[in-house]
């Protein structure tokens, strides 16, 4: 019987896998954990500080955990207002779940990297799979020292760890924090509450993007898949969709018509800037059958009737 620990479950994609996990495994099976306890939660909560690899240890013999998904990190905006801190939270933590995972047999990891990792270098229209790595962000340097520690523990020990680079995660169900794709959640709440929004990308900058149920369908398959399916033991490209901030705003004009947007870039446009338009995730597609569900049109439907129903709830029941 598996056990999982989701090590950084009060993040964006964290809040929303424990629930899949939870659904798939069960309530009990599945020990959350994160720095701060949340203030509602149902299902095994353990506070934890992943720097501490005697603190991961501890959780995984307590509750003979089997599965590890390592979600914590640092994002790329707001990592780079201090680099050492990202680069020692980033990396520390990835390390500690590693080595304890190896010496205490866990079975499976997750860890996901991002497009981040990707630079200048890559070719930033269908970015391939196998592409020269130079990140501008200390968290993308980050994920791509992460990617080769992961490659290294499977090639040296055998260690069944899965990783996949996430483009941008759009979500109703929690925000995002720090990061410069954050705009394309924002601007629905603004949206939806009947305010313009300010975008601090260009109207025209272009960034893969995926719609959070195709993000953790695609992590959960990935971990479903047989280990001998597995060709990627860096990290796994992975694609969605891909929009500008004018074409995520056309899209809401459907619902809104009067809903304006403007434009003011600001740091964040240059991180933008470094990163891919578009994901080429065939191998994702080979080796483990990966498909988006989700396009523009089916993902602003899915939003709005989601956050409608959050901000105007309360409002119904009176
Ligand atoms: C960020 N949302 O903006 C994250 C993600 C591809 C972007 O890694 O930093």
Not at 77 to 93: D, H
């Amino acid at each position: 019987m598996d056990t999982i620990l989701v090590i950084g479950a009060g993040g964006q994609i964290g809040t929303v896998l424990v629930q899949a996990l939870q659904q798939k495994f069960g309530l009990n099976r599945v020990v959350a954990s994160d720095l701060k306890t949340p203030q509602v939660f149902s299902g095994i909560f353990e506070t934890l500080d992943a720097t501490k690899a005697e603190a991961i240890t501890a959780l995984v013999r307590r509750y003979e955990v089997t599965q590890i998904y390592h979600l914590a990190a640092i994002l790329s905006a707001s990592g780079e207002a201090n680099p050492i801190r990202t680069w020692e939270l980033n990396m520390q933590t990835v390390l500690n779940v590693l080595e304890v995972a190896r010496v205490e047999k866990v079975s499976k990891v997750f860890i996901p990297s991002s497009i981040a990792v990707f630079g200048p270098s890559a070719n930033p229209v269908n970015t391939p799979q196998q592409s020269f790595l130079d990140p501008t962000t200390v968290y993308g340097i980050s994920k791509v020292a992460a990617e080769n520690w992961m490659q290294y523990y499977y090639t040296k020990y055998n260690l069944d760890v899965r990783s996949i680079r996430y483009p941008g995660v759009i979500s109703y169900q929690s925000m995002p924090g720090g990061g410069t794709t954050d705009y394309a959640v924002d601007i629905y709440h603004k949206a939806v509450q009947g305010q313009d929004y300010e975008c601090f990308l260009s109207e025209d900058t272009r960034l893969p993007m995926i719609y959070m149920d195709d993000a953790i369908r695609a992590t959960l398959e990935l971990m479903e898949a047989d280990a001998d399916q597995i060709t990627v033991r860096n990290s796994y490209n992975l694609a969605g969709l891909s929009f500008t901030p004018a074409e995520v705003a056309a899209a809401i004009q459907h619902f809104f018509p009067t809903f304006q947007t403007t434009y003011k870039p600001d740091f964040r446009q240059q991180i933008a800037n470094s990163w891919p338009q578009s994901i080429d995730d065939s191998a994702a597609r080979r080796d483990w059958g990966w498909k988006p569900a989700y396009d523009l049109t089916r993902m602003t439907e899915d939003m709005i009737h989601h956050l409608d129903h959050q901000y105007h709830a309360d409002l119904t029941q009176v």
